[in-house]
């Protein structure tokens, strides 16, 4: 199997474990494990698609990738009793579906347009739509509001798989240095709290407090 081919397997299968998990933290039915894991496995890859003029999007081009997403479902349906902690796995396995998924969504963008700015857009865009679409949908904080870093892990990876391939490296290497390298920020940012500085200013007022 061809290593994007691979990657894009890769993205849709852990992004739809994690939106199973998600299903399993609400305690809800199969349905919803079928749902919630459908829509994070596909949601990055569909705005990608869609970004580019990319039609019909690749789910529908190959039905393939929703069987993945109910496979997948069923099987965290049917084990998901058995985790000793399913929120530390869903942000270990988000981890690295926005590895393989920065690389996959940076590579269709450098195909589509050769501009590597688009590339490093396709890339972000595809390895944390999926997440952001599954916490709105699941009810739960956003991984966007988590102080670690989480969307520049996924530009870190894309550039570098961007950069390696401008320099003229093989796919297959080019590809293992933007997922290793969007795997050890994002990791470490789990692991030691790692973030970006933010803004100085306080909290925003309620609205009720300005009317």
Request: net charge neutral.
């Amino acid at each position: 199997m061809p290593i994007l081919e691979f990657l894009d397997y890769a993205g849709v299968a852990v992004f739809a474990a994690t939106g199973a998990l998600s299903a399993s933290r609400k305690q809800l039915d199969i349905i919803g494990y079928l749902f919630l894991a459908s829509a994070t496995g596909i949601g990055g890859g569909t705005i990608r698609d869609l970004v580019l003029g990319v039609t019909p999007v690749f789910w529908v081009v190959n039905p393939n990738f929703i069987i993945v997403c109910a496979a997948v479902a069923i099987a965290v349906f049917l084990t998901s009793h058995l985790l000793e902690s399913r929120y530390r796995l869903l942000v270990w396995l988000d981890a690295m579906g926005l590895s393989a998924y920065c690389v996959m969504g940076a590579a269709k963008g450098l195909a589509a347009t050769g501009s590597p700015i688009v590339a490093l857009v396709t890339g972000t865009l595809t390895a944390t739509f999926g997440g952001v679409l599954r916490d709105l949908l699941a009810g739960e904080p956003s991984v966007l509001l988590r102080p670690e870093i989480y969307v520049s892990a996924a530009l870190i990876g894309a550039s570098a798989f961007v950069l390696a391939s401008m320099l003229g490296l093989p796919l297959a290497v080019a590809s293992a240095l933007g997922v290793l390298t969007a795997f050890a920020v994002r990791g470490g940012a789990l692991r030691y709290g790692w973030m970006l500085p933010t803004g100085k200013a306080g909290p925003g007022r309620d609205p009720d407090d300005v009317m």
